[in-house]
């Protein structure tokens, strides 16, 4: 069932067992897994169908410390959230990134990545990735071009990625959702408040608004905030009457720990002779990039990261010679090149290359950026349309990302040289090891991570490992804002695969006698 929110009486009032806030990524996978049961799910939705500048200017919001991308631009505000327009590139998290590291502060998730492997699985269906393997023999199988480099794996490996076609949920997801006799989607119901019990123990019911000047209270046993990592910070700050700091703030750390994946072009891969590496170009199902080992990570004491190899002359427009390599870095001469390329002849890695292949690769990384407490979100003294305090944004990269990017790199390099297959050239802002500045170019992938952390603490995090947030009976989080580390992979296939596991948690809870009954509700 659908309702449009902008045409219901003002102030009426909507009850139901659960309440999804947010019908992206994340609200849309949990809706579809309570689909056709007992349970009356409400799912709000700030937009309508289709995208609308006004709704999207809620999301406008201040950026400070490191550069990054127009709030109002980074997320869309509309039924099927970002994935309106996501890219579909998907990874799964390594078993590195739920450990504790001790060179990696407050590292370290409550649960492990064999919990999460079930629902990776499940995930797959609703992103349209195809069979779960990520492990490179099985697409070598699938295709006798994918080969991977020989490389050292103790140094690095093929870490393989996956695409979805986009799957776009706005489309998929729309029939199903309106013709579930449970389920009621609300359009333009925009969260502005959630209101809790006098004991600020149990949400009561939250505050929806829109701007046809609407305002409604919906009602539910239990609250699932889905709105994505910057919004789900910016809601639980703004909801700031019965809890001075916010909800589930008592600890100062809503919004903290900001996160994005570091996204840089940082140095280039010279082969010895051409070579097409099909495995390493953009297929339509898969792909791998060299990723960093554990025992690398450990030895150095850096992050997780992987580097990306796109053909210099399709990255730049640049046609490759010799002579450009001499020219560029007079510490390479044509010698080093034939003498690597006859090591080379003969070798298994002539299966790589191809005649028609290509001399040289731009390589862009996707590093995991280290948990901050002060790359943040917080609320704006300017307010939205509907009255809530707009986000602020403070971006702040560490020393440490850097010398991961850098040690990434000249672990590559050393990897690369040691199977004759060719040299690493860093670019100029990773040369000087004293050098912690960023350059201009530096960007994230639009990824939101880390401002409602998951820990078994309630010191060191706002939610537990249930995504349910510490000292509130009945309020979830669901989306990359609960992990308390990045990793490298891109962050949906995970944050879908913690919607399914939530909804399981709240399966079983519900049928142990969760949520106490409505009635007697105020
Ligand atoms: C250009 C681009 C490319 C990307 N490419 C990739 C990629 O290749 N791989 C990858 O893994 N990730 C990618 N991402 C990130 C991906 O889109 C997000 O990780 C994912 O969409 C997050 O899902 P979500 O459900 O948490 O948030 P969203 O999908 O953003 O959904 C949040 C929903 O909440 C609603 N909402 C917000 N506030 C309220 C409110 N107050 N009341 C009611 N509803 C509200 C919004 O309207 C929206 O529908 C990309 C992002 C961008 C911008």
Redesign the pocket.
């Known amino acids: 069932m659908h309702t449009d929110a902008r045409e219901l009486d003002d102030d009426s009032l909507i009850e139901g067992d659960i309440c999804i806030?947010?019908?992206?990524?994340?609200?849309i996978t949990m809706a579809m897994e309570w689909l056709n049961t007992s349970r009356k799910v409400i799912l709000?939705?700030?937009?309508g169908f289709d995208y609308d500048d006004r709704v999207q200017e809620l999301y406008r919001g201040a950026s400070t410390g490191q550069h990054y991308f127009p709030l109002k631009s980074?997320?869309?505000?509309?039924?099927?959230?970002?994935?309106g327009?996501?890219?579909?590139?998907?990874s799964i998290l390594d078993p590195i990134d739920f450990t504790r590291r001790t060179w990696v502060n407050e590292s370290g998730w409550p649960i492990t990545q064999q919990d999460v492997i079930p629902f990776y699985q499940r995930a797959h269906a609703y992103l349209d990735l195809g069979p779960y393997d990520y492990s490179a023999a099985y697409w070598q199988r699938q295709n006798p071009a994918f080969v991977p480099l020989p490389l050292d794996d103790a140094l690095v490996w093929s870490k393989v990625w996956r695409f979805s076609p986009p799957t776009r949920y706005g489309t998929k997801y729309r029939a199903p959702l309106v013709n579930a006799g449970n389920i009621a989607l609300y359009t333009y119901?925009?969260?502005v408040d959630i209101i809790a019990d006098e004991s600020v123990s149990a949400i009561t019911e939250v505050v929806v608004k829109n701007y046809a000047g609407k305002t409604h209270r919906v009602r539910a046993g239990c609250f699932v905030l889905?709105?994505?990592?910057i919004?789900n910070a910016r809601?639980l700050l703004a909801a700031n009457r019965q809890a001075s700091r916010g909800l589930g703030n008592s600890h100062d750390l809503v919004g903290r720990y900001f996160m994005e994946h570091i996204e840089l072009k940082s140095a280039e891969l010279w082969l010895t002779r051409p070579g097409a590496l099909t495995f390493y170009q953009l297929n339509p199902v898969a792909r791998v990039e060299l990723a960093l080992s554990a025992g690398q990570q450990e030895e150095h004491g850096i992050l997780n990261g992987t580097a990306s190899l796109t053909p210099l002359e399709r990255a730049r427009g640049i046609k490759p010679t010799i002579e450009a390599w001499s020219k560029d870095d007079p510490r390479q001469n044509r010698d080093d090149l034939h003498e690597n390329h006859a090591k080379a002849a003969g070798s298994r890695i002539a299966r790589l290359f191809r005649s028609k292949g290509h001399r040289a690769f731009e390589l862009a990384t996707r590093m995991e950026q280290a948990p901050n407490p002060s790359s943040r979100v917080t609320l704006d003294t300017e307010k939205d349309e509907l009255g809530v305090p707009r986000a602020a944004l403070h971006w702040q990269l560490s020393p440490l990302d850097k010398r991961s990017i850098r040690k990434l790199y000249q672990v590559i390099g050393q990897a690369m040289g040691a199977a004759g297959i060719g040299r690493v050239r860093l670019m100029d802002f990773l040369r000087d090891e004293n050098d912690d500045s960023w350059p201009s170019f530096t960007g994230g992938g639009?990824?939101h991570i880390g401002t409602t952390r998951m820990s078994d603490n309630p010191a060191t995090g706002v939610v537990d490992r249930d995504c349910r947030v510490f000292g509130i009976d009945n309020l979830y989080v669901a989306?990359?804002s609960c992990y308390p580390t990045a990793g490298a992979a891109?962050?949906?296939?995970t944050?879908v695969a913690l919607a399914l596991r939530l909804s399981d948690h709240l399966k079983d809870r519900f049928s142990a006698g969760f949520p106490p009954i409505l009635k007697g509700r105020p």
């Open positions: 806030v947010g019908a992206g990524a994340a609200g709000l939705e700030g937009g980074t997320r869309l505000h509309y039924f099927g959230g970002t994935t327009h996501w890219g579909g590139f998907c119901a925009n969260l889905a709105c994505s990592g919004q809601l639009w990824h989306g990359s891109n962050p949906t296939l944050l």
